[in-house]
């Protein structure tokens, strides 16, 4: 059983994010049109930002969240087809059967990402779908090894005020190599495709970004390899999967 982490209630207190255009691009070749008179589950729901950008089209969406459930129904009050939950999605049980289960931006942050997917499968009906997006092995080899340690060493140890003024001047410095360097053709930097979303995003999103990488109190780095056993032939037909800005990725299956 996974335990609360109070670091998501802090983040998701102090930050919300409306980039409906972004959730479209990580649920994608899936789209907002495809949850219309649906009945839907997303599984681990922060802040409840992606349950405000769905509701508007299912006919009803249950929220999970371990941490933060108080804070998704409060920013979606106005929505009277979302209910919110408190669960662990690795380990929760329900008695019902969704048309569409995502989880985007979570399974990484899991204890165990393998156990959380295999949970949260069950509860899509057959011929449903089953969407994920989930930060990638491959193209992050930075974030895993110094940034990781670096986390752990030292950030996780700040008062949450001082690190959210960090991830401010961090995201500030990053701006001047993201509107030099980067914008000239050298594919071959790191983040060189992940950096075009930072210039479609204003600074606030931006420094939501990096404060997340710095506060999160594990984050694993799933390899596509991973990805396509959890969307095996056996179990799903209909498979997507695609290297997202080359950081992550977005993998979609309909369950047999």
């Given amino acids: 059983m996974q335990k609360k982490q109070s670091e998501w209630n802090w983040q998701w207190n102090k930050a919300y994010d409306n980039n409906i255009w972004l959730f479209k691009q990580w649920i994608y070749p899936n789209k907002l049109g495809d949850f219309k008179d649906k009945k839907v589950l997303d599984c681990g729901c922060g802040g409840g930002q992606h349950l405000n950008f769905v509701a508007p089209y299912c006919k009803e969406i249950l929220g999970i969240d371990l941490n933060t459930p108080e804070i998704a129904r409060r920013n979606n009050r106005k929505n009277k087809n979302v209910k919110v939950i408190e669960g662990d999605i690795a380990n929760i049980k329900l008695n019902k059967k969704f048309d569409i289960v995502y989880s985007v931006g979570v399974l990484h942050h899991t204890n165990n990402p393998l156990k959380s997917f295999n949970n949260i499968k069950k509860f899509v009906k057959k011929k449903g779908r089953v969407i994920i997006w989930v930060y990638s092995h491959e193209g992050n080899f930075l974030n895993e090894t110094i940034l990781e340690w ?19 001047l961090i995201t500030l410095i990053v701006y001047l190599p993201v ?78």
Avoid: C, M
């Avoid at 670096?150 to 401010?168: H, P, Q, R, V, Y």
């Avoid at 710095?214 to 290297?243: C, D, M, R």
């Fill in 179 to 256: 509107y030099t360097v980067y914008i000239l053709p050298l594919k071959f930097l790191p983040f060189y495709y992940y950096f075009q979303n930072w210039r479609e995003l204003d600074f606030k999103r931006n420094n939501l970004n990096v404060f997340d990488k710095l506060n999160a109190p594990q984050t694993f780095f799933i390899k596509k390899s991973t990805i396509k056993g959890w969307f095996n032939q056996k179990e799903f037909s209909n498979v997507y999967i695609s290297h997202y800005k080359s950081v992550s990725w977005r993998a979609s299956g309909t369950l047999k």
């Fill in 150 to 168: 670096l986390k752990k060493s030292f950030f996780l140890k700040l008062n949450k005020k001082i690190l959210w003024a960090i991830s401010n």
